[in-house]
């Protein structure tokens, strides 16, 4: 049975498990319990309510995909997460490494007619203050920043892991999204790079969580970066 509107739980859940999709991580309870730091048990009950009110259903090797109606249901609420975003910063002058718990507080509550203001408010910005598209079917694919090699030009196109305590240490070291610079020095413990107006260096697991656009770029992973679903996750409590 499939039902029109997601209780305001179901969404945090949906919202999870879209960006782990977004990110090609494995569905798995495991992930989405890592992701919003709850139990399995927990997980499992959510997940089993989610399967009975056809958002999503279980593949053969035990992971989750979603169903048409769960996929429509979780790029909108994704899509409204990331305008309120863009629409705290531009419009009320919010802190971008701020506005992610902001968000979360108005996210479940928004009208039509405030999603249609805030839309002509932010006029023709298509991302969220974090680098990631409003309308999620325009994401760019990147590469973790750590991976990168000296002397890759790089363009930073986005945050991963919008954990508070990560936003605040990015912002501090001066990583911005569209920044554009050449990458310095990358060893075991941290990733330099030269931007036009500064030198930014970064742990080398923060690094893992920013992707960017790169010259030459880095072959491809066997494995994504664990820091993707280690913090808190992008879009729960």
Same mark, same amino acid.
């Given at each position: 049975?499939?039902?029109?509107?997601?209780?305001?739980?179901?969404?945090?859940?949906?919202?999870?498990?879209?960006?782990?999709?977004?990110?090609?991580?494995?569905?798995?309870?495991?992930?989405?319990?890592r992701?919003?730091?709850?139990?399995?048990?927990?997980?499992?009950?959510?997940?089993?309510?989610?399967?009975?009110?056809?958002?999503?259903?279980?593949?053969?090797?035990?992971?989750?995909?979603? =169903?048409?109606?769960?996929?429509?249901?979780?790029?909108?609420?994704?899509?409204?997460?990331?305008?309120?975003?863009?629409?705290?910063?531009?419009?009320?002058?919010?802190p971008?490494?701020?506005?992610?718990?902001?968000?979360?507080?108005?996210?479940?509550?928004m009208?039509?007619?405030?999603?249609?203001?805030m839309?002509?408010?932010?006029?023709?910005?298509?991302?969220?203050?974090?680098?990631?598209?409003?309308?999620?079917?325009?994401?760019?694919?990147?590469?973790?920043?750590?991976?990168?090699?000296?002397?890759?030009?790089?363009?930073?196109?986005?945050?991963?892991?919008?954990?508070?305590?990560?936003?605040?240490?990015?912002?501090? =070291?001066?990583?911005?999204?569209?920044?554009?610079?050449?990458?310095?020095?990358?060893?075991?413990?941290?990733?330099?790079?030269?931007?036009?107006?500064? =030198?930014?260096?970064?742990?080398?697991?923060s690094?893992? =969580?920013?992707?960017?656009?790169?010259?030459?770029?880095?072959?491809?992973?066997?494995?994504?970066?664990?820091?993707?679903?280690?913090?808190?996750?992008?879009?729960?409590?």
């Open positions: 049975m499939s039902h029109d509107q997601a209780t305001v739980a179901e969404e945090e859940y949906l919202q999870t498990i879209f960006w782990l999709q977004e990110v090609e991580l494995p569905i798995t309870g495991a992930n989405i319990a992701a919003m730091q709850l139990s399995a048990p927990t997980v499992h009950e959510m997940v089993a309510r989610l399967e009975a009110d056809g958002y999503v259903h279980r593949k053969p090797d035990k992971s989750w995909e979603f =169903t048409q109606h769960g996929a429509e249901q979780a790029e909108q609420i994704v899509r409204r997460h990331r305008l309120i975003e863009r629409f705290l910063t531009d419009v009320l002058d919010i971008w490494d701020d506005v992610h718990e902001q968000a979360e507080l108005m996210e479940h509550a009208s039509p007619l405030m999603e249609e203001k839309l002509a408010a932010i006029g023709n910005a298509k991302t969220c203050p974090h680098g990631h598209p409003i309308d999620p079917a325009d994401r760019i694919t990147g590469v973790p920043l750590s991976d990168c090699e000296v002397g890759a030009k790089i363009t930073i196109l986005r945050f991963e892991n919008e954990a508070e305590d990560l936003l605040h240490y990015l912002k501090a =070291t001066g990583v911005e999204p569209g920044q554009e610079g050449e990458i310095v020095s990358v060893d075991d413990e941290e990733v330099t790079y030269r931007s036009l107006s500064d =030198t930014h260096t970064l742990s080398r697991s690094g893992e =969580t920013v992707s960017v656009l790169a010259d030459p770029s880095p072959p491809p992973r066997t494995a994504l970066p664990e820091q993707l679903v280690l913090a808190k996750e992008r879009y729960g409590r």
